[in-house]
Each structure stands twice: as structure tokens, then as C-alpha cells.
């Protein structure tokens, strides 16, 4: 099978409303770091994907919280969103 990457990928927008990355991420999982195996790489990169959501649904303190897996051509594999913008502004 040829090589692939993988990355998961997450942001948010935190209870004042800035956006940001979380850090650590984009994390790339590269099949050539595990002996040229595509379905070792995307099973460990599901992994990465399924822990970041577990983390954010264990929050409530954010507006929106996002974790993305993509491959390498940008084709989106999975997405997970919890929150929204509130319907009216927050006064800070």
C-alpha cells in the first residue's frame, strides 16, 4: 500500500471567545514511522482523534471546541464539534 499521513487537528474558542490551537496539534501520524503500514498510521491517528474528543467532552468551559483527522491530500476522514458562538454577545 503506498504511504499516507495522517493529522489530527484541534482548536476552540475558550469562554471569552479568542480563538486558538491547542497545543500540540496538527499531530501527523506517518505510515513510514510505522514500518510503511497505512493502517497501523490511521488506526493510531483515530486513536489521537478519539482521546482529543474524550478531553473536550469532559470541558464545559469553552464556546466551541473542534478536532479534525485528515490525510495528507486534505481529505477530511472525520470531525467532531461541540459548542457554537452564543446568540448574543458576551460582555466582558
Sequence with gaps: MARNIFIVDAY??????AYAHI????????????????????????????STWSDFCA??????????L????????DKKCLGDFPAEPVNT
Design 70 to 77: 485528515m490525510d495528507i491530500h486534505g481529505i477530511l476522514l
Design 23 to 50: 497545543n500540540g496539534f496538527p499531530k501527523p501520524f506517518d505510515s513510514n514511522s510505522y514500518d510503511n503500514d497505512v493502517d497501523k498510521a490511521l488506526k493510531r491517528a483515530q486513536g489521537s482523534f478519539a
Design 59 to 68: 470541558v464545559d468551559n469553552k464556546q466551541i471546541q473542534l478536532v479534525t
Design 12 to 17: 476552540q474558542v475558550n469562554d471569552q471567545g
